[in-house]
């Protein structure tokens, strides 16, 4: 059996594994300034980028979550892998060979399970290549790939290979580069049959599906038999595996993900055929999901790329067939749209042609045409619903008012509610005060779907429950940045003289926003025992809340060494304002994009001028926020 890895070969891959090349595989980085980068976490849920990297040091570290590390330690939680699958994964990305303390492995048994599985891939990848060259039946694949109008360049790009209609060709091949019955099992290439171990794809057109650092990890086939004894799906992908979740795989972005962070754009598609032709076309941004619909892990995904909470201008536009299917998943991610920060479109053929079919019959233009026309998604969502009704009959008009309105309330942005109103009025043809009020009555229904939304205030409401002070998620970063503010000015208030710069307004969470001002009150108090009482002491609701909550923080330790707390509280205090300048952005943001740039242009220099205003002073207290810790 083989042994550890030495030592020395573990500290040369540390030290030779370019640690911002290898993050930058998951996360958009941008400069930052003294050597530094950032990002959005992957680790956590973020809206302004608190994930840095410092090459130089080879370690990263996120302000939000507090996770960090060097390489290794990033690309084993990222991966969910052991040590030592790790440290041979990043060996092999170096050309590095790795020595065992017992010696080399023996042949076969290289790498951890992953690493196994990986390999078992990529030699299969490459035995459906050849078979698609090959005489007899994979002329049926070559000829579908020809019919949909790709040559043998794109299909050798998309290393696109068929399945031979045997039993167990695949499981033949595999066996004898020495893979194991279990490993074939485990990794979805195979599985049980009446007479032993047999392929999962037979005479099947077949697309490796790879991770977003380019390892294959599963496959797409589309069955090409046109017997009706096959009665198997039409397309069929890997199942769920140790190395295959295909809630976080997107097809082609191992390949789109540079142009989706260099022009900000990510458009999905529905389908293998649909992402190859999006790409011949030159839109090199497309990708798509692998056998499920489009979900929270796909968008945290692109959001890592997309950095959107920077780019005002980020867009992600969905493309579906214009059947009712697909107007049906439209709707799907009418719901899924609002958490992104960034602008999101809708591009639907009006003839109800999918990007591979548009391109056959009308060329490469007409593909990127249909990206450049798309539509907002909340008014596609909106005016999808109304079609279903006789918008020329009062009754219609007033059936579709009661459907359209909850969607009109469902939408997050609380700024955007009043002009979809408006629209929604102009596209029913009824008065805007009728619309008005058919939206406000719909918002206390759906209201409480988002965590931001209040409470329901319907003055019917019998004997409502009295409004208490809520304690936030604690594994919030903005909650913990808060907590951390409020607890630095209680704990060392005389040593915090920048927290008199900030104002209620900068803080998020009501509850820490409310202990804030009670200090603002209370200031001069002779000690920490006084400060706490005089806020009990002060008689409304939500005194006794508050004193707990300062009694609570003023034993819990600081999250730093300087129990001084005076650089700790500056940087501390620079960060928060700069998240409150953050909020501040996210909402001109959304004003920015109701605006028409021709027929509004001042107004729009404007909103854009300010904008970049509030990014400078946005960086600029983030330089000093950071500049305050490296001193500390």
């Not at 980085?29 to 050597?35: I, M, V, W």
């Not at 047999?198 to 650092?213: A, C, E, G, H």
């Not at 598609?269 to 941004?285: I, L, N, Q, R, S």
């Not at 408006?422 to 779907?449: Q, Y």
Request: hydrophobic content about 35%; aromatic content about 8%; glycine content about 8%.
């Amino acid at each position: 059996m083989a042994g550890r890895i030495r030592d020395e070969d573990v500290a040369y891959v540390r030290e030779h594994a370019p640690i911002d090349e290898i993050v930058g595989d998951y996360v958009q980085l941008k400069n930052a300034g003294g050597g530094q980068k950032k990002g959005l976490c992957p680790f956590h849920d973020e809206k302004s980028p608190s994930f840095h990297v410092t090459p130089s040091r080879g370690f990263f570290h996120c302000f939000g979550c507090q996770t960090g590390g060097d390489v290794i330690s990033f690309v084993m939680k990222i991966e969910h892998l052991a040590f030592s699958e790790t440290v041979e994964r990043l060996a092999q990305r170096i050309g590095f060979e790795l020595r065992y303390e017992e010696g080399d492995r023996p042949s076969g048994t290289t790498g951890g399970q992953r690493t196994r599985l990986i390999e078992a891939h990529r030699h299969a990848a490459a035995f459906y290549q050849e078979a698609l060259n090959a005489a007899g039946p994979a002329q049926v694949g070559r000829a579908f790939l020809s019919e949909r109008g790709f040559d043998q360049q794109t299909s050798l790009t998309f290393m696109v290979g068929y399945s031979p209609d045997e039993w167990d060709a695949l499981t033949k091949f595999l066996k004898g580069k020495g893979f194991t019955n279990e490993e074939l099992i485990n990794g979805g290439l195979a599985k049980e049959g009446q007479r032993g171990l047999i392929d999962r794809f037979r005479n099947r057109l077949m697309w490796p599906i790879k991770d977003i650092s380019g390892d294959i990890v599963g496959f797409g086939a589309r069955k090409l038999s046109s017997d009706e004894s096959d009665t198997g799906p039409k397309y069929l992908n890997s199942p769920e595996t140790p190395i295959y979740k295909k809630n976080q795989v997107l097809y082609g972005l191992d390949m789109a993900k540079k142009e989706i962070a260099k022009t900000r754009q990510a458009v999905v598609v529905e389908g293998y055929t649909d992402v190859m032709a999006a790409h011949v076309a030159g839109v090199t941004t497309a990708v798509a999901t692998c056998g499920t619909a489009f979900g929270e892990e796909h968008i945290r995904t692109l959001r890592r790329l997309l950095m959107d909470d920077d780019a005002f201008r980020g867009e992600v536009i969905f493309t579906f067939d214009g059947d009712a299917a697909g107007q049906k998943a439209a709707l799907r991610a009418f719901t899924e749209d609002q958490k992104f920060v960034t602008q999101t479109f809708v591009a639907i053929e009006k003839e109800g042609l999918d990007p591979c079919e548009l391109r056959q019959k009308r060329g490469d233009a007409a593909v990127r045409e249909l990206i450049a026309n798309r539509i907002p998604l909340f008014e596609f969502a909106i005016r999808s619903t109304l079609s279903n009704y006789n918008l020329t009959a009062a009754e219609g008009r007033v059936e579709a008012l009661k459907v359209a309105a909850p969607l009109v309330a469902q939408i997050r942005d609380r700024s955007l509610r009043p002009e979809y109103t408006r629209s929604l009025a102009g596209w029913l043809g009824m008065e805007i005060e009728s619309v008005r009020a058919a939206v406000a009555t719909s918002v206390p229904k759906v209201g409480r779907k988002y965590a931001s939304d209040p409470a329901p205030s319907d003055a019917s409401l019998e004997n409502p429950a009295p409004k208490r002070l809520q304690r936030p998620d604690p594994g919030d970063p903005v909650a913990s940045l808060e907590r951390e503010v409020v607890k630095t000015i209680l704990q060392t208030p005389q040593n915090s003289p920048s927290w008199r710069d900030l104002e209620a307004s900068d803080f998020f969470h009501e509850i820490y926003r409310a202990l804030f001002i009670r200090l603002h009150q209370v200031e001069g108090a002779e000690d920490l025992t006084a400060t706490v009482e005089a806020i009990r002491g002060a008689g409304d609701d939500d005194s006794i809340e508050i004193a707990s909550l300062a009694t609570e923080l003023a034993v819990e330790p600081m999250r730093t060494s300087d129990t001084s707390g005076t650089r700790y509280g500056e940087s501390l205090s620079y960060r928060l304002r700069e998240v409150g300048v953050s909020r501040r952005i996210e909402e001109q943001k959304s004003e920015l994009q109701r605006v028409n740039p021709l027929e509004e242009a001042g107004r729009y220099q404007q909103l854009f001028t300010d904008l970049v205003q509030m990014e400078a002073v946005r960086r600029q207290l983030r330089d000093i926020a950071l500049g305050e810790v490296n001193r500390g």
